[in-house]
């Protein structure tokens, strides 16, 4: 056997081996779970570029939209899409990030630029605790009300 037929029977072996996994749906399964890489690869990517002084500086900006929203996809697809109903907040949060690293590692300290960026950042923090306490208030107010029962049933005055 010659060199030519071991590496067309390595090269059939590949290819019988990629189809029957194609088939079972092992290469569905893992693009449908990792998918959110596809958007966070590029948003590490523009860091790494970055900070090995690769790139300019306004490209912390994108770079942290898409690493934040990567993980907030990461989120959705692996714990199901219904947590977007109080995690939408932090899709305001990635433009504050990324104005915030733009503001801290760029070229000149902006006054403004970190005080929209931090404004962003709270203002999404608000709303996801306001999102949370919408959603879970009426749990938030049983639990309120039985340890404040509670509390009046154990420390009440004793009278004699």
Not at 28 to 33: L, N, R, T, Y
Not at 124 to 147: D, K, P, R
């Amino acid at each position: 056997m010659n060199k030519q037929s071991a590496a067309v029977g390595v090269l059939a072996l590949a290819a019988g081996l990629v189809i029957l996994l194609g088939k079972l749906g092992v290469f569905a399964f893992i693009g449908s779970v990792f998918w959110p890489l596809l958007v966070l690869i590029p948003g590490i990517l523009l860091h790494v570029l970055y900070f090995g002084r690769m790139l300019p500086a306004i490209t912390l900006i994108p770079a942290g939209i898409l690493t934040v929203i990567a993980v907030l996809l990461a989120i959705g697809n692996w714990f199901g899409w219904h947590s977007m109903k109080a995690l939408w907040p932090f899709f305001i949060l990635s433009v504050g990030v990324g104005l915030y690293e733009y503001d801290v590692f760029g070229p000149k300290r902006s006054k403004s630029l970190g005080t929209i960026a931090i404004a962003l950042i709270v203002v999404s923090v608000l709303l996801f605790l306001l999102t949370l306490l919408w959603s879970w208030g009426a749990y938030l107010l049983a639990v309120i009300l039985i340890a404040a029962g509670g509390w009046m049933v154990w420390k009440r005055p004793r009278f004699r």
